[in-house]
């Protein structure tokens, strides 16, 4: 079975960095675009970055310069770069991927279980 798991939240100061990782696993054929979300007490699920195949990149305006999304070498991984956090960066981050997993002809839509980003003094 085809899964996500994200790693590498936790507590840091304003203007501190952290680094989300996510790696997926399983029966695994093809993996497509890689995202990252996120979801604040009382907000409304925002994408936050997004990286194709090729490598092309996009970003939600208020991260723009402060976070970098990337590949791993190997394709079934994707980081989340995070400088200059802020405290309204607080949220839930959930990685997000499009799938063909080896079981079917199509790619399905999986969701990690999300990791807990605190930026507090």
């Known amino acids: 079975q085809v899964q996500l798991v994200e790693s590498g939240g936790g507590l840091v100061q304003p203007g501190g960095s952290l680094r989300l990782s996510c790696a997926a696993s399983?029966?695994?054929?093809?993996?497509?675009?890689m995202r990252w979300y996120r979801q604040a007490p009382g907000k409304q699920r925002e994408l936050v970055a997004t990286?194709?195949?090729?490598?092309?990149?996009n970003y939600e305006d208020s991260v723009k310069g402060r976070f970098a999304i990337s590949r791993g070498n190997a394709e079934n991984t994707v980081y989340l770069q995070m400088t200059s956090l802020k405290p309204e960066d607080t949220a839930v981050y959930y990685c997000?991927?499009?799938?063909?997993?080896?079981?079917?002809?199509?790619?399905?839509?999986?969701w990690g279980q999300g990791t807990q980003v605190t930026v507090s003094s």
């Open positions: 997000h991927a499009d799938i063909r997993s080896t079981r079917s002809l199509i790619y399905d839509v999986y």
């Open positions: 399983g029966s695994i054929f093809e993996i497509n675009a």
């Open positions: 990286i194709g195949r090729g490598g092309s990149t």
